[in-house]
């Protein structure tokens, strides 16, 4: 039997299992009168051996697997006859003291349950949407870093030359910490583009207006913030001599241009067609994910509610394993470091909070995908590949992707739908300040 549910604290409860020892004990035997049928020993034939060695053989296997299947069974009961939702799995402990009766056996269950989610007023909600469009500069633009890419680079000539941003300059460096040579603080033959941000500010403010042959000392202090964490901060000075100074010849935009960029007609407008329309996309999908967060955040904001720790630290778990395996692809040797639960705390609990805030929204219907809007999607997601129809079957027609895509555009209704409720000002984004976003 079962007791009534506890309430301990916010979303945690806790019944009583009670069980008359005798049911367990005829369970038991019942299945060691089995078990003896089959059973073998050395000096007995099988299904001979006498039960007293059954039972101490395999006495307390059964009498384990009886309690767990007899107590698990009395708590789904319970759960059923009291209505409640369980979040996570539920803690069992053996209950010991006078009040429990010498003829049965009793063992509290811990465990938590789904909260009342309910979601504020969407009406209040101030919304900033973000909004932006590609024009014909971003699409000039990006030729433009297309035909650096592409750029060949030759000796400069002249009189007097000097290293001006858009050279690529090779150098000697050697740098010092307090009159030490630092790991990595030194390179022979080493060429960069100046002005692309390839080094650091300062660096780059030295070698520009440097001749061939030169050489120059200059200090530089590391940013707290730099890669390198046995620098990070530190003052150093750097000796530089530079070797070359080239300057870039870069192609003309044109049928072999195009050509070299995949347009097999060599078609110019073609180029900037598909230019056009990958930044397009790029857009769409930056747009998408800022506003969804920022539509998010107005979700948690306006609906408070307790979470299930239980099923944070599922999350927690979930995406410790991630960065796991992320670390492992990216540095085999971190893989095995320690990633304490706090660094992924604050995630977690978001990411639960949000799935059950989706959850809610989804009882009536607002978040429905139809079927032609996965094709929809499948078919734009498609179009960027060389082969469409093999990437759309991947993805309508596999169950776990077909879900994924089922899972993003829900996403997206929720974020249109919570939109649809607010009171939302549009505002826009440069292009250079979107693609500038951390996404």
């Known amino acids: 039997?079962?007791?009534?549910?506890?309430?301990?604290?916010?979303?945690?409860?806790?019944?009583?299992?009670?069980?008359?020892?005798?049911?367990?004990?005829?369970?038991?035997?019942?299945?060691?009168?089995?078990?003896?049928?089959?059973?073998?020993?050395?000096?007995?034939?099988?299904?001979?051996?006498?039960?007293?060695?059954?039972?101490?053989q395999y006495g307390a296997y059964y009498h384990n697997e009886v309690l767990n299947e007899k107590v698990s069974a009395a708590f789904s009961k319970a759960v059923e006859e009291n209505g409640l939702k369980i979040a996570g799995a539920p803690r069992f402990d053996e209950k010991t003291?006078?009040?429990?009766?010498?003829?049965?056996?009793?063992?509290?269950?811990?465990?938590?349950?789904?909260?009342?989610?309910?979601?504020?007023?969407?009406?209040?909600?101030?919304?900033?949407?973000?909004?932006?469009?590609?024009?014909d500069a971003e699409v000039d633009k990006t030729i433009e870093i297309l035909?650096?890419?592409?750029?060949?680079?030759?000796?400069?000539?002249?009189?007097?030359?000097?290293?001006?941003?858009?050279?690529?300059?090779?150098?000697?460096?050697?740098g010092r910490i307090d009159g030490v040579e630092f790991e990595g603080g030194k390179a022979e033959g080493f060429p960069f583009v100046l002005g692309e941000k390839q080094m650091l500010p300062e660096f780059e403010a030295a070698?520009?207006?440097?001749?061939?042959?030169?050489?120059?000392?200059?200090?530089?202090?590391?940013?707290?913030?730099?890669?390198?964490?046995?620098v990070a901060g530190k003052a150093a000075e750097f000796t530089v001599k530079v070797n070359k100074i080239e300057q870039a010849h870069?192609?003309?935009?044109?049928?072999?241009?195009?050509?070299?960029?995949?347009?097999?007609?060599?078609?110019?407008?073609?180029l900037r067609e598909d230019i056009e329309t990958n930044l397009k996309?790029?857009?769409?999908?930056?747009?998408?994910?800022i506003n969804k967060n920022r539509v998010m955040d107005a979700l948690i904001k306006v609906s408070e509610f307790d979470v299930p720790q239980s099923l944070v630290k599922h999350e927690i778990g979930e995406l410790t394993e991630l960065t796991r395996r992320d670390l492992a692809i990216r540095n085999p040797a971190q893989k095995d470091?320690?990633?304490?639960?706090?660094?992924?705390?604050?995630?977690?609990?978001?990411?639960?909070?949000?799935?059950?805030?989706?959850?809610?929204?989804?009882?009536?219907?607002?978040?429905?995908?139809?079927?032609?809007?996965?094709?929809?999607?499948?078919?734009?997601?498609?179009s960027s590949y060389e082969h469409p129809?093999?990437?759309?079957?991947?993805?309508?027609?596999?169950?776990?992707?077909?879900?994924?895509?089922?899972?993003?555009?829900?996403?997206e209704n929720a974020v249109d739908y919570v939109f649809s409720k607010a009171k939302v000002v549009e505002k826009e984004m440069s292009f250079d300040e979107l693609m500038a976003q951390q996404m």
Do not use: C, W
């Open 97 to 135: 003291g006078d009040d429990v009766a010498k003829d049965e056996v009793a063992f509290y269950a811990t465990f938590e349950v789904y909260p009342e989610v309910k979601i504020g007023d969407l009406g209040t909600v101030e919304l900033e949407k973000a909004v932006a469009t590609v024009t």
């Open 337 to 382: 470091i320690a990633l304490p639960p706090e660094l992924f705390t604050a995630q977690a609990e978001r990411r639960v909070r949000l799935g059950l805030l989706l959850g809610e929204l989804m009882k009536d219907n607002v978040l429905a995908v139809s079927d032609d809007k996965l094709k929809e999607r499948a078919t734009e997601i498609a």
């Open 281 to 289: 996309r790029e857009v769409k999908n930056r747009l998408t994910a």
């Open 250 to 270: 870069l192609p003309e935009v044109n049928e072999e241009f195009a050509k070299a960029l995949g347009v097999q007609d060599g078609n110019v407008a073609k």
């Open 1 to 56: 039997m079962a007791n009534a549910v506890e309430n301990l604290e916010k979303l945690e409860r806790r019944l009583t299992i009670t069980l008359p020892i005798s049911d367990i004990t005829t369970e038991v035997e019942k299945r060691l009168k089995e078990r003896a049928r089959t059973a073998k020993a050395p000096g007995f034939r099988p299904g001979k051996v006498p039960m007293k060695m059954v039972a101490q």
């Open 147 to 174: 035909r650096k890419r592409q750029a060949h680079f030759h000796a400069k000539e002249g009189d007097n030359v000097t290293a001006e941003d858009g050279d690529r300059v090779t150098i000697d460096f050697t």
């Open 389 to 411: 129809k093999m990437v759309m079957d991947y993805y309508l027609n596999e169950p776990s992707r077909r879900k994924e895509l089922e899972s993003m555009l829900m996403e």
């Open 207 to 230: 070698i520009r207006g440097m001749k061939v042959g030169e050489t120059k000392v200059f200090p530089l202090t590391f940013p707290e913030n730099y890669h390198g964490k046995d």
